[in-house]
């Protein structure tokens, strides 16, 4: 536990660069997670499926509340994150299927 002023700086210094490394992860992860669903985006509008798939959602959302409750994370805010992420990529999904050439 940092004691004098000096300390508290350098503690949440050390903190910081952590969080920041943390983030950096999120970051990179999250652009992979993306680069996979617009390949997914794109084999849906190929193959007239769907943007959405609300019964895989759901089983997602079961998945992540409960390895987020193993983790002493809130599942709400699990789950709140996961939703914002898949409705991000059902907009990417829903531009790929308008953006495609008519195949008729
Ligand atoms: O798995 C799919 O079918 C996807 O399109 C990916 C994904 C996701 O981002 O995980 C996105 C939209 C669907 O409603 C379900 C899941």
Not at 18 to 29: F, P, Q, T, Y
């Amino acid at each position: 536990m940092a004691e004098n002023k000096d300390d508290v700086t350098v503690e949440l210094n050390r903190l910081r660069a952590s969080i920041d490394n943390m983030d950096a992860a999120l970051v990179h992860l999250l652009a992979e997670r993306f680069k996979t669903t617009q390949r997914v985006g794109i084999l849906k509008a190929e193959h007239d499926l769907p943007p959405a798939d609300p019964v895989r959602e759901a089983e997602q959302i079961q998945r992540l509340r409960s390895l987020a409750a193993e983790s002493h994370l809130d599942p709400e805010f699990a789950e709140k994150f996961l939703t914002f992420i898949v409705s991000e990529v059902v907009r990417h999904h829903e531009a790929i299927r308008r953006e495609r050439p008519d195949p008729s």
